[in-house]
């Protein structure tokens, strides 16, 4: 088990993320899915754990993970070794990359699940070979996750629909998460709403420089 260090989350699930479970943080740009899984990396670093951490759209920041581990009162340079850190630019970089998922990883962040594909594969016409490579991948990534007793972290983001928002390619990604995290930008504040099967609960927290605030119950 994974503490994340945010009580929001470890509370809801009983103390931290657990082995063999995916959870899935998704919302719109800039509502702190990034930010969670980069205190998720600081809180398993912190507990001496290793860190799989594919980024498929450039937002990985090292020096932000410092900085949470260093309002945590740890030095952060030695801890960042334990970070095995990979580029996706296309979906084969991203499928190929799940070999580096082995029994010394204690997290696996994925960051994000779907942008790849869903350039990819753009268009109404592409959709039916698109959700079949993601779900393949998904699949993959799950199954490793299991054998492995690894806690997995996906982000994704939303599109805006009529009458509201849905997560991207939600229909190929919902079978696999076992905790959903959905993010919803409230001026200043992110609200979050966390799921598993049968229950769910809210929080709400502020990005400051030295991680996560979390605030009042959103």
Do not use: W
């Not at 450039?58 to 009162?73: A, K, M, V, Y």
């Not at 995290?181 to 990005?207: D, N, P």
């Amino acid at each position: 088990m994974i503490r994340s260090g945010i009580r929001g989350i470890d509370g809801f699930l009983g103390g931290g993320l657990r082995g063999g479970f995916i959870t899935d943080i998704f919302g719109p740009p800039a509502s702190g899915k990034s930010q969670i899984a980069f205190e998720i990396c600081a809180g398993a670093l912190a507990e001496g754990g290793r860190v799989i951490f594919h980024d498929t759209s450039g937002t990985l920041r090292p020096e932000r993970i410092l900085q949470i581990l260093r309002s945590r009162g740890l030095g952060g340079e030695g801890l960042l070794d334990r970070m095995i850190v990979s580029r996706m630019t296309n979906t084969g970089e991203q499928a190929a990359g799940l070999s580096q998922i082995g029994p010394e990883a204690s997290l696996v962040v994925v960051d994000n699940a779907t942008e790849l594909f869903s350039f990819e594969y753009a268009g109404r016409e592409r959709s039916l070979p698109r959700n079949r490579l993601l779900m393949q991948y998904m699949r993959r990534l799950s199954g490793a996750a299991v054998a492995l007793r690894v806690p997995v972290i996906v982000t994704n983001t939303v599109r805006f629909i009529e009458g509201g928002e849905a997560e991207n390619l939600a229909s190929a990604m919902r079978p696999f998460p076992h905790v959903r995290i959905h993010l919803r930008r409230m001026g200043g504040v992110t609200a979050a709403e966390i799921s598993t099967a049968g229950k769910r609960s809210y929080f709400s927290f502020k990005i400051t420089p030295g991680g996560i605030r979390e605030g009042a119950p959103a």
